[in-house]
């Protein structure tokens, strides 16, 4: 069985055993529904943060049936989220053998089941545990998970919400290279935080935006933002130099409302946020502009570069073609190609496309600041060890590329 590592701080765990506890998903607001439902000698639920399935039924013979689908139809993205939980009776003490049915009404299975414990550690449901069926062209899953006495969470992918931010946050904030503040409330009045990295004391007057989160189920693009934002935080000369130079901004959760609930896309204005650059009618994406214009109307801040974080089926670099002129020039083919040299053994795969008319972050940016941008998108069963390896050497490619251009 395969471990998936965990990057993520024990905060998580705390919260999910306190949601158990108060049956409560959010300090904020109570507007989530969750669902329940049992057989004889287990509950299955979805009261906890990112939680979610669209209905459960329990039969006979340990078997639960869960009906999936998205928030709103239709998704223009089959992100197929699921999370829920499975909890023995109390007067259970033997562990049991669960059928789980996951009944996809469009779309189809996607995300490889992957359970926990404890919210921390996620292991890979293994293949024998899992049978996909096809049902009228839409990819059915029925999974066998053995339950002991504990709880056991079966998810998408592993479980990163607000709380795991904050904690993230809080640790990164321990040294005086980084500081956080709000950068607003999301539709249903839950913090969106954001992080500022320079050298204390310094005013860099070149900016690097990065966020991440935009689409909850893209859980990769995550555990990619991290450790990228960790390495420029770095104790090295090189990341030392940058922090002189550079002001990185980060606004890694976007989507808080979409995470919380377990959405597969949208927020709570049925909104695909990535398609809402420009028209900014999104409580959280008018931050960004917010965000972009006051660097863009202070004389002493200029944006130098724009990544969003994402995932998909594979790993992939969207950009902004090489032809299109930016400043700093051609740092998108500098910073990709460094990263392949980094990795050699690493295939850096790049699509630019030259239509920038969908209203993307990475269009909308390169269009109004004529900046380098990128939709940094990870596989969404890529291995957990690689995606770490491929942000700490991106980082750091990034960190050389930008400081190797000496204008001002
Ligand atoms: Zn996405």
Redesign the pocket.
Known sequence: MTVVKPIIVPVITSMLLASCATATVSENTGTKLAKSCSVEGATLDTKFPSGNVASCQGSDDNEFTVSLKPEDAPPI?C?AWYAFRVTPDSAVTESQKIHINLNYETCGHRYWPKTSVDGISWDYLPKTDMKITEVNGVKQASITIELDDRPIFVAGQEIVVPGTYRSWIDGLTQSAQAETFLLGKSAEGRDIPALTIKAPGSTPKKHVVLVGR??PP?VT?ALALFPFVETLLADNPLAQKYRARFETIIVPILNPDGVEHGYWRHNTGSTDL?RDWGPFEQPETKLMDSLLTEIENNPDKQLSFFADF???RNDIFYTIPDEFPTTPPLAIKNWLGLLQERMPDYEVKRSANSNLTQANSKNYVYKRYGVPTV?Y?MGDETDRELIVEVAREAAMALMETLLAHKDE
């Open positions: 993205n992100s935009q689409h893209e693009g990535n994402h995932s998909t939709t998108e």
